[in-house]
């Protein structure tokens, strides 16, 4: 990931001393700095985390059936009809 080199915020974590322990051992053995380390590693949560909800993930079998949902749609119900008809008085005419 690519590092801004102007740091404007500041973050600040109480650890463990086990915890410390790891945290500096890691940062030894990819030759950074802990604090670079800690945030790296921040970073890369942050962004999985973030993935986690963004991407949608599907069975084989799920797949197979969305995509024959989105190619043959069935057609609109007497519920969608009155949405659509509710959408295009209240959003659309407006």
């Known amino acids: 990931m690519p590092q801004s080199s102007t740091r404007t915020a500041r973050v600040e974590a109480r650890l463990s001393p086990e915890a410390l322990a790891i945290v500096k051992r890691a940062a030894e053995i990819q030759g950074r700095s802990v604090s670079d380390f800690v945030v790296s590693a921040a970073q890369e949560a ?13 069975a084989a079998q799920d797949q197979q059936a969305l995509a024959a949902a989105i190619l043959s749609p069935p057609e609109p119900n007497e519920a969608l009809r009155r949405a659509a008809a509710a959408h295009r008085r209240l959003v659309i005419s407006s």
Do not use: D, N
């Open 46 to 58: 942050a962004q999985r985390t973030i993935e986690e909800v963004q991407v949608l993930r599907l």
